[in-house]
């Protein structure tokens, strides 16, 4: 549940964040890339940041959406 002024509580953004990671996981997986390490940063709690390299949630799923569509070629 949100907060009286709508913000998200830290338990929310991190169930977000481990969605988004979880989204991440599986497109990184249908284009045959493994993160070992990526997870939920357990320092930024509050923040709920991914770490692949610590990207917000997202982030994670523009990366996630850029993988699904093809359109996340390296520059």
Known sequence: MATKDGK???D???????????E???ALGA???????LGIDPVSYALALID???CNAGT??????ALRSGTGEPR
């Open 12 to 22: 929310e953004k991190v169930a977000e964040a481990e969605r988004a990671r979880d």
């Open 8 to 10: 998200q509580t830290a």
């Open 60 to 65: 994670a799923r523009a990366l996630a959406m």
């Open 24 to 26: 991440l996981r599986e």
């Open 31 to 37: 284009a045959g890339v493994t993160l070992p390490s």
């Open 52 to 54: 692949l390299g610590r």
